[in-house]
């Protein structure tokens, strides 16, 4: 006999791509609402391969103004190194904080940090506005950790408009291994939702499920930069929150579900 909850999710499949240690909110969100959750991580977040930079600029976090958080993963791993320097939150006195997004903010907080400012939209292009509006200009000392290989529009819009941006690498993302069991549910087209959280999921996901028709699927997606990626890479059906969280994603397939019962 299952023990599976019942819920607007019953009998709904979905795919979570994240990163293992990363998506037990997710999982078990989708779970209280009664979907089978298989795993498929297409990522995983390593180290940078030398932490030597990230390590500097913290050792001289008095001479920036701001430093900017872009993701969770990006605040996690710049406190680990923090810590790792025998520093703490402390040495961001006087420092003013920038976030993307609740989850980003949020992973700041817990370590007690309340940003100065946080843009609700999940895309650099809204971060770079709101930090211009902010006084961000000739001379401002800018401080980035970030993904390896992440998007220049960030860095670029604040260069433009004089800051001295400081970008280093604070983790890497690198391709997760899937999972034997979940590929045989997707090939077998026992899924009906893949969730993607980043344009590197997509792109992982369909290196790792070669022979999976995407025309099938639904691609629940994060937030834009994400959607667009799922749309270039052949998923016909894509949907994503207005909130860029985990809370938001699932309530947007608990809808699109619905919908898709009703019509039925």
């Known amino acids: 006999m299952s023990d599976r909850i019942e819920g607007p999710l019953t009998g709904v499949t979905v795919a979570v791509t994240r990163a293992p240690d990363q998506s037990a909110e997710l999982v078990a969100l989708l779970e209280e609402r009664g979907a089978r959750v298989l795993p498929f991580p297409t990522i995983a977040i390593a180290d940078p391969e030398d932490t030597e930079p990230l390590d500097e600029a913290i050792r001289h976090l008095e001479v920036y103004s701001w430093v900017v958080f872009t993701s969770r993963n990006a605040v996690e791993r710049f406190f680990a190194r923090v810590y790792a ?8 006195a006087g420092v003013r904080v920038a976030c993307v997004g609740p989850a980003t903010a949020a992973a700041c907080e817990r370590h007690g940090i309340r940003p100065d400012y946080v843009a609700e939209e999940h895309i650099g292009e809204a971060l770079a506005e709101g930090l211009l509006a902010r006084g961000v200009r000739d001379g ?13 529009v960030l860095p670029d819009a604040l260069r433009e408009a004089g800051a001295r941006v400081d970008v280093v690498v604070a983790y890497r993302t690198v391709k997760g291994a899937g999972d034997p069991a979940t590929l045989a549910a997707l090939e077998a087209g026992e899924v009906t939702y893949v969730t993607f959280t980043s344009g590197s999921t ?13 025309s099938r699927l639904v691609a629940a997606c994060i937030g834009p930069v994400t959607a667009k990626a799922a749309r270039e890479h052949g998923f016909d059906v894509v ?26």
């Open 85 to 92: 320097t025998a520093r703490d939150a402390r040495h961001l």
């Open 140 to 152: 401002t000392r800018v401080l980035l950790p970030r993904a390896e290989n992440a998007r220049e």
């Open 202 to 214: 997509v792109r992982n996901f369909v290196e790792l499920a070669p022979a999976v028709d995407r």
């Open 239 to 264: 949907i994503e929150p207005q909130e860029y969280t985990a809370p938001a994603l699932v309530e947007a397939i608990v809808k699109h579900a619905r919908r898709v019962a009703s019509c039925g």
